[in-house]
């Protein structure tokens, strides 16, 4: 199946890790500054326990951060709060508005979608979606509340499906990565890999040396 | 355009199925409705708030949203309103255009002033009286406060918290252009009853 792919859409999606203290995004700010300049990253926001003025103050400081490095910023469920603050886009939830009515008013701010099944990854790509993020795919704590892991195999049916370019997410490690890829993920997707900023810059190498490939 | 004083607005609480109680409370004569749910996912937001538009259509009273300016513009509502720890007013008015309303909530004249500045369209001022619908540290301002943001502010004033059928009718005197509520009417045996009640006290005190 083709892949219509927004241009420099990234192929590593790093997922904040959802415990920012105080909205200052220190974590995230941390996170950016060990990005390289050769591996073009989406970073998406997803803080769920902050009120919109934090978020939007939060998304403002992490804006500010990345404007000389090589990464899109997204902003999880809020495409208010993404538009208010000029970030690159916005990652919709399996159970955030439509995104086709998100759409109607977010212009061309780059429009992801996470999907839990085949049926609403079918349903989300036709809806107008830039890229899909499914999972998840292996297991891993912070993903558990999504229930069991779906598998490489539930993945390649899904990119083998739709026609939008499709994030593997959940469990991901540099190990699983190439199999994601090989069933067909455009990229992969993680929260709990990415949040040790020890161990971020080798990570970092390594995927850039994967995705490469 | 909110509605001509005085009038009644009713705030959804966390209720599982809030449109039934925003069509009794339309029939009941309320005149604007605004969705407020803390705990529903997006897309449920959306569906509540397409069918929340249609029915304020039919009854030509005005739908707005609480805080998602996103959900507000993806179901055409008129308008949103805002809390102190939500979306910048300014920010919020530049998604919405000049025509959409928003309303901005205050609970000081200072806060209600700069609503104004920021192009709100009305304060929601409170709370008002002691009130049972939020956790609420703060003392009740009492309705004095509304005369006083009145005699400052030039844009209407919506009074809001603890305001039940009782003092109705001293919040509108002392210069509030509508009342909101919410556990008056959802806690209410007769929900429809209940805002019938009070559009009629408000109506009384033209």
Known sequence: ?213 | MIPSAPFLCYVTDESPSPVDSVRKVLEGGASMIQLRHKSASGEQLYLWAKEMQDLCRMHNAVFIVNDRVDIALAADADGVHLGQEDLPAREARKLLGPKKIMGISASTLEEALRAEMDGADYVGLGHIFETSSKEKHSRPLGPEAIAAVRAAAGIPIVAIGGINRLNAARTIASGASGIAVIAAISRAPEPERAARELVSILQHQQ
């Open chain 1, 1 to 213: 199946m083709s892949i219509n792919t927004p241009a420099m859409l990234p192929r590593l999606c790093i997922v904040s890790s959802g415990t920012d203290p105080d909205g200052s995004g220190m974590q995230i700010r941390r996170q950016l500054r060990l990005l390289r300049p050769s591996l073009p990253c989406l970073l998406q926001i997803r803080e769920k326990h902050l009120d919109a003025a934090a978020l939007f103050r939060l998304s403002l400081a992490v804006k500010e951060e990345a404007a000389s490095r090589n990464a899109l910023i997204l902003l999880n469920e809020r495409a208010d709060i993404a538009m208010a603050a000029a970030l690159d886009g916005v990652h919709l939830r399996e159970s955030s508005c439509p995104a086709g009515k998100v759409r109607s008013f977010i212009g061309r701010m780059l429009t992801g979608k996470s999907v839990h099944s085949l049926e609403s990854a079918v349903k989300a790509a036709e809806s107008g979606v830039d890229y899909l993020m499914f999972g998840p795919v292996f297991d891993t704590p912070s993903k558990r509340q999504y229930g069991a892991p779906q598998g490489s195999d539930a993945l390649g049916a899904i990119c083998r499906t739709v026609s939008v370019p499709v994030f593997a997410i959940g469990g991901i490690t540099p190990e699983n990565a190439p199999l994601c890829l090989a069933e067909g993920a455009y990229g992969v997707a993680a929260i709990s890999l990415f949040t040790d900023t020890v161990t971020l810059p080798e990570l970092l190498e390594t995927f850039e040396k994967l995705l490469a490939s």
